[in-house]
């Protein structure tokens, strides 16, 4: 079992900066990789991107490009995800999740969940 925290969210004005934590704890070792998704009212969950674990070799989403980063810190098995420039189409719950095999933007290849953290850009 891998037990993950997320961190971070909060209110925040168009234009403005957010960080965002994913704390993994239990079984670590079975981490392969550390997405994040996001989840808006009414809508499906959504890959943002993610992050292996060996490397630190990370892929986005096509609307995360340009504007957020992904970083690991394995001392402290964190991963981040520092948003630039956010939008009010930004505004979700954000979760991370781990996946010991591979890295796919489907959520149904990660087997570990955090609880989510709320993200609201206003404009």
């Known amino acids: 079992q891998v037990q993950l925290v997320e961190s971070g969210g909060g209110l925040v004005q168009a234009g403005g900066s957010l960080r965002l934590s994913c704390a993994s704890s239990?079984?670590?070792?079975?981490?392969?990789?550390t997405g994040w998704f996001r989840q808006a009212p009414g809508k499906e969950r959504e890959f943002v991107g993610a992050i292996r674990w060996s490397d630190g070799n990370t892929y986005y989403a096509d609307s995360a490009k340009g504007r957020f980063t992904l970083s690991r810190d394995n001392a402290k098995i964190t991963v981040y995800l520092h948003m630039n420039s956010l939008k009010p189409e930004d505004t979700a719950v954000y979760y991370c999740?781990?996946?010991?095999?591979?890295?796919?933007?489907?959520?149904?290849?990660?087997?570990?969940w955090g609880q989510g953290t709320q993200v609201t850009v206003s404009s």
């Open positions: 239990g079984r670590t070792f079975m981490n392969y990789a």
């Open positions: 999740a781990t996946t010991g095999s591979w890295i796919t933007t489907l959520p149904e290849g990660y087997d570990y």
